[in-house]
C-alpha cells in the first residue's frame, strides 16, 4: 500500500507541488511580519490607517489558498488514472502483489490524506494571518474562514467520492468527458443568471455581512463542522464500496 500510495503522490508532481507550497508559505510568513496590521473602528472610517489595509489586501492570501486547496483534489483525480492508463504502469500494475480491493483503496487513501494535508496547511496560513493582524472584522472574516475548513473539506471529499468511481471505472477519457460536460452546463447555469438575474443582487454582496451572520450563527456553523465530517466520510465509504463493485469482474488501472 505504501508503494502504491507513493507513486500516486509522483503521478501529481507530489514533490514539486510541496516545494512551491513551502516556498508561498514561507513568503506569506516574511509578508506577514513585514507589513503588520492595525485596528480599524468600522463606525470611523478615518481610523483606518496603512496598517489597516495591509489587513485588507492580506486576508486575501489565504482566502484565495483556501478555494485553491478545495479544487486541487479534484485536479489529480485524473493524474492518478491517467497515470496508470500507461503502457509501463499498465504491466507493472499487474505484476504487483496487490489485490483489486488495494489498488481502488489507495487512490480513495490518497485524496483523503490529501485533503487532509491541505486543510492542515490552510488552517497554518490563517493563523500566519493573525499572528500579526490587527482588531478589525477582516481579522473576524479570517477566523469564520477557519471555522468552515472542516466543512470546506468535507465538500472536496464529497466530489472526490462522485469523480473516483467514474475515473478508475471509465478511465480518463470517458469520465474526463463527462466532467467536461457537467462543468459546462453549471457555466451555463452561470451564464444564464448574469444575463436573466437580478445583478442588483450582486452589488449588495458584502463579506462584512457574511461576519456578523457568522457571529449571530456561530452554534449553527459549529454543528456543521461537526456533522460534515461525518456525513462525507459515509459518503466516501460508501463510494468506495460501489467502485469496487463495479470493477469486481474487470481489470482496473487500464484505459479500455
Not at 500500500?1 to 516556498?23: E, N, R, T
Not at 500494475?93 to 485524496?111: D, E, R
Not at 452546463?185 to 438575474?197: D, I, N, P, Q, Y
Amino acid at each position: 500500500m505504501g508503494g502504491l500510495l507513493y507513486k500516486d503522490f509522483l503521478s501529481v508532481k507530489g514533490k514539486k507541488i510541496s516545494l512551491i507550497i513551502l516556498v508561498l508559505t514561507f513568503v506569506f510568513l516574511v509578508l506577514r511580519l513585514l507589513l503588520p496590521g492595525g485596528d480599524i473602528d468600522a463606525a470611523d472610517a478615518a481610523t483606518q490607517t496603512d496598517a489597516g489595509l495591509y489587513d485588507f489586501f492580506l486576508w486575501t492570501l489565504p482566502a484565495m489558498f483556501v478555494f485553491c486547496s478545495l479544487g486541487l483534489p479534484s485536479i489529480w483525480t485524473k493524474s492518478l488514472i491517467s497515470n496508470d492508463e500507461k503502457s509501463k504502469i499498465k504491466a507493472f500494475t499487474k505484476a504487483l502483489p496487490f489485490g483489486k480491493n488495494t489498488y481502488i483503496a489507495s487512490k480513495y487513501i490518497f485524496i483523503a490524506v490529501s485533503v487532509y494535508i491541505l486543510m492542515s496547511v490552510s488552517l497554518i496560513w490563517c493563523e500566519i494571518y493573525n499572528c500579526n493582524a490587527g482588531k478589525n472584522q477582516i481579522t473576524d472574516l479570517i477566523e469564520a474562514l477557519k471555522s468552515f475548513l472542516i466543512v470546506f473539506a468535507s465538500a472536496s471529499i464529497v466530489i472526490a467520492a462522485v469523480e473516483l468511481p467514474f475515473f478508475i471505472t471509465l478511465g480518463t477519457g470517458k469520465a474526463q468527458m463527462i466532467k467536461t460536460a457537467i462543468l459546462e452546463f453549471l457555466f451555463l447555469l452561470v451564464v444564464a443568471g448574469l444575463f436573466f438575474g437580478d445583478l442588483e443582487k450582486l452589488e449588495k454582496i458584502d463579506l462584512l455581512v457574511f461576519v456578523e451572520w457568522y457571529k449571530t450563527h456561530t452554534f449553527t456553523v459549529n454543528l456543521w463542522a461537526v456533522l460534515s465530517p461525518v456525513i462525507s466520510t459515509l459518503i466516501y465509504f460508501l463510494s468506495f464500496k460501489l467502485t469496487y463493485v463495479l470493477n469486481k469482474n474487470r481489470e482496473v488501472g487500464i484505459d479500455e
